[in-house]
């Protein structure tokens, strides 16, 4: 069984960074292809940046495009995401998941795995 674990949420200023890691285990060799989802209050969950399965190819979504950074360390089995110059509308439950497609113009594929979640939330 492939779990996905996440940590590194909490509380920040306006402004402020946070990073967010994601660890996988139970992949029994497969190296799937990863992202990051949010889910807002009232919000439908919607795909904040993608990452192919060795890490030379990204995605990012507009709201966040320039402001957050994916990355992917395979012989720790970790995906992070940096998250600067943050702002409320940032607020969300953040969710790691792995097998997900390529985005197309926007497009996400459903994901075979996710994580519980961990929530961000940005104070103005």
């Known amino acids: 069984q492939v779990q996905l674990v996440e940590s590194g949420g909490g509380l920040v200023q306006a402004g402020g960074s946070l990073r967010l890691s994601c660890t996988a285990s139970g992949l029994r060799g497969t190296t799937y292809p990863m992202a990051w989802f949010r889910q807002a209050p009232g919000k439908e969950r919607e795909g904040v940046s993608w990452i192919n399965w060795s890490g030379d190819l990204t995605y990012y979504a507009d709201p966040v495009k320039g402001r957050f950074t994916i990355s992917r360390d395979n012989f720790k089995n970790t995906v992070d995401l940096q998250m600067n110059s943050l702002e409320p509308e940032d607020t969300a439950m953040y969710y790691c998941?792995?097998?997900?497609?390529?985005?197309?113009?926007?497009?996400?594929?459903?994901?075979?795995?996710w994580g519980q979640g961990t929530q961000v939330t940005v104070s103005s």
């Open positions: 998941a792995a097998g997900v497609g390529l985005p197309d113009g926007g497009r996400w594929s459903l994901p075979r795995y």
